[in-house]
């Protein structure tokens, strides 16, 4: 059975913000089935922003177990990306067959800058924005998605944005 997955989520740290920011297009195989889901979230009392790429029900075994780690280490983001790694890195770990990918930052410390089918496009327009503007985070963020759904087919304008300070 296809999973659901296909989206873009491009993040962004500048002058002390982290945003973090997706489309909201779910898509099964070349369908739109919904246009309003959420896949950038705050976790670990908003401390945390966490966006997914891939299969939702992987993703949201992802976003469990980093807010899981996030309690554990008390906040320690790179700590708690490290033990999640590991677990993936594991043989008889469930999450080797994972379909989904996650960026994970805090106000320091920022995992991965963009993931998705529109990755590349949204990557290509913040690192350009960024370097060549003087636009805030979330402006480059939001700039970057849009377009990246203008290349992408499983990218939409409906855009979840988060930031951090």
């Known amino acids: 059975m296809?999973?659901?997955k296909g989206t873009t989520i491009v993040a962004v740290r500048r002058n002390?913000?982290?945003?973090v920011g997706g489309d909201s297009q779910a898509t099964l195989g070349n369908m739109i089935l919904k246009?309003?889901?959420?896949k950038v979230r705050k976790i670990y009392n908003d401390k945390v922003i966490v966006g997914?790429?891939?299969a939702v029900s992987d993703a949201f075994a992802m976003f469990r177990k980093i807010d899981s780690n996030l309690q554990k280490f008390s906040g320690n983001l790179e700590r708690a990306v490290v033990e999640l790694t590991k677990e993936w890195q594991s043989v008889?770990?469930?999450l080797r067959r994972v379909e989904a990918s996650?960026?994970?930052?805090?106000?320091?410390?920022?995992?991965f800058v963009s993931i998705g089918s529109g990755s590349v496009f949204a990557l290509g327009a913040a690192k350009a924005l960024l370097e060549n503007?003087?636009?805030s985070a979330r402006e480059i963020v939001e700039k970057s998605l849009k377009i990246a759904g203008q290349y992408c087919i499983y990218t939409n304008d409906h855009l979840n944005i988060?930031?951090?300070?």
């Not at 246009?35 to 959420?38: A, K, N, T």
């Not at 996650?102 to 995992?111: F, P, S």
């Not at 988060?162 to 300070?165: G, L, R, S, T």
């Open 102 to 111: 996650l960026i994970v930052g805090n106000k320091d410390k920022l995992c």
């Open 92 to 94: 008889e770990s469930p």
């Open 2 to 4: 296809e999973q659901l």
């Open 162 to 165: 988060e930031e951090v300070e």
């Open 52 to 54: 997914f790429a891939g």
């Open 35 to 38: 246009d309003s889901v959420l």
């Open 16 to 19: 002390g913000k982290t945003v």
């Open 133 to 135: 503007t003087d636009l």
